[in-house]
């Protein structure tokens, strides 16, 4: 795990994805071909904290926690500018941009934003609730989306302890 030493707060997302055809399917296969070197990306990126591996292997694509069909993909960063920078200023965006050739599309949200004390590791049952509390809900301190961002102060209240 990196981190900036002066960090109270970091900035824990979680998205999850319905695959349209398994994982092992030639039509997949440019996805999982691209899994190692955006994974290196991120793992490189200024502000990156930690991200969900799979024991044994070099990613998260093997957990199932939402359904068979849905991988989830979830990190830490040091703030959401970090992220926002990662995810639409680098590799990763070519990956945003023929994300509807391998998952299908999701009607309610599938990206949760949340403030976590710097040094927790937020648990994949953590993220889901969180994903749930967005869904049922919408925006708050407790779970939000990049157009809906709140503060690590404005959340301080639903902060888990470490």
């Known amino acids: 795990m990196t981190a900036s030493p002066h960090a ?5 997302q979680l998205n999850v994805a319905t695959l349209r055809h398994p994982l092992d399917d030639p039509r997949t296969a440019p996805f999982v071909e691209m899994l190692d070197p955006v994974n290196a990306a991120a793992d490189a990126a200024p502000g ?3 991200r969900l591996v799979e024991e044994g292997t070099g990613d998260a694509t093997g957990l199932r926690p939402a359904g068979e ?9 040091e703030n959401q500018e970090a992220l926002w920078d990662f995810a639409y200023r680098s590799g990763h965006l070519e990956v945003m941009r023929q994300r509807r050739d391998w998952f299908e599309r999701h009607v309610e949200a599938h990206l949760v934003l949340w403030w976590v004390p710097a040094g927790h590791l937020p648990t994949v049952g953590e993220s889901l609730e969180r994903l749930a509390d967005l869904q049922a809900h919408g925006p708050s301190p407790r779970a939000f989306t990049f157009t809906s961002s709140y ?9 888990r302890p470490v």
């Open 8 to 12: 109270t707060h970091h900035l824990a």
């Open 69 to 77: 069909d849905v991988i989830v993909n979830l990190s830490v960063w």
């Open 48 to 50: 990156f904290v930690w």
């Open 151 to 159: 503060t690590a102060d404005e959340a301080a209240p639903h902060l």
